[in-house]
């Protein structure tokens, strides 16, 4: 497969709630990138990772998200105080370096009712 | 202004008939650039990079206008495997940017 593992695949969290997303690429993969895709819509990036360093946040889209990389391995996507507007795909991806080629999980689908 | 535009679709093209997608980013210090296609209820996945001197892959070719800015794919003899959205994606400074997508529907 691609090489990145997502969980869970499914998740319905009750407005308000928090949820943690994991992402866990395949050994020994630099770089990691969270995209957050909503129906109808291309992938929006949100945060980016080169090991354990968060080298670009830009896209998180308010102080409610925040991700994480501790050992530069698993990563971590937390959405605190859920809101309507969070629902989407959130896709995790890992990056060849000498092709620039994306892989990506299958996504974690968040429902927030 | 979305940094990298595409038409949104859907192109609705008979099968055989040759079809073309167009996109255009922003942001002139981009480095590299590439189609992925995306299935629905599935993840994106690389179609083709594109180089400056256009490339071409089988039925496909993508093609690069620097100085306008503007990205193309073409689809020869398409079929009906064909039909998905087509994403247009950008490289800038390690942040890899997506347009919205074409889908495109092929007929019997």
């Known amino acids: 497969g691609a090489g990145v593992s997502q969980s869970p695949r499914y998740k319905v969290a009750k407005r308000g709630q928090d949820v943690a997303l994991r992402c866990d690429p395949i050994?020994?993969?630099?770089?990691l990138f969270w995209y957050q895709q909503a129906l109808g819509q291309g992938p929006e990036f949100l945060t980016y990772f080169q090991n354990e360093a968060q080298l670009d946040k830009s896209g998180l889209p308010s102080d409610r998200f925040f991700a994480e990389r501790p050992e530069g391995s698993v990563s971590t996507l937390k959405i605190q105080r859920t809101q309507q507007e969070d629902s989407a795909v959130y896709l995790c991806?890992?990056?060849?370096?000498?092709?620039?080629?994306?892989?990506f999980g299958e996504g974690s689908r968040l429902t927030v009712l | 202004r979305k940094e990298v535009e595409q038409d949104p679709g859907p192109f609705n093209v008979p099968e055989g008939a040759t079809v073309a997608f167009n996109c255009t980013y922003s942001n002139s210090a981009s480095q590299s650039f590439f189609w992925y296609r995306q299935d629905c209820r599935k993840e994106p996945k690389l179609l083709m990079s594109?180089?400056?001197s256009g490339n071409e892959d089988g039925r496909f070719t993508a093609q690069l206008n620097r100085a306008s800015q503007y990205i193309s794919l073409l689809i020869r003899d398409s079929k009906l495997s064909d039909s998905a959205t087509y994403l247009c994606?950008?490289?800038?400074?390690?942040?890899?940017?997506f347009g919205k997508g074409t889908r495109l529907h092929i007929l019997p």
């Open positions: 994606v950008v490289n800038r400074d390690d942040k890899i940017i």
């Open positions: 991806a890992r990056n060849d370096p000498n092709t620039g080629e994306l892989f």
């Open positions: 050994s020994g993969h630099v770089s």
């Open positions: 594109v180089y400056s």
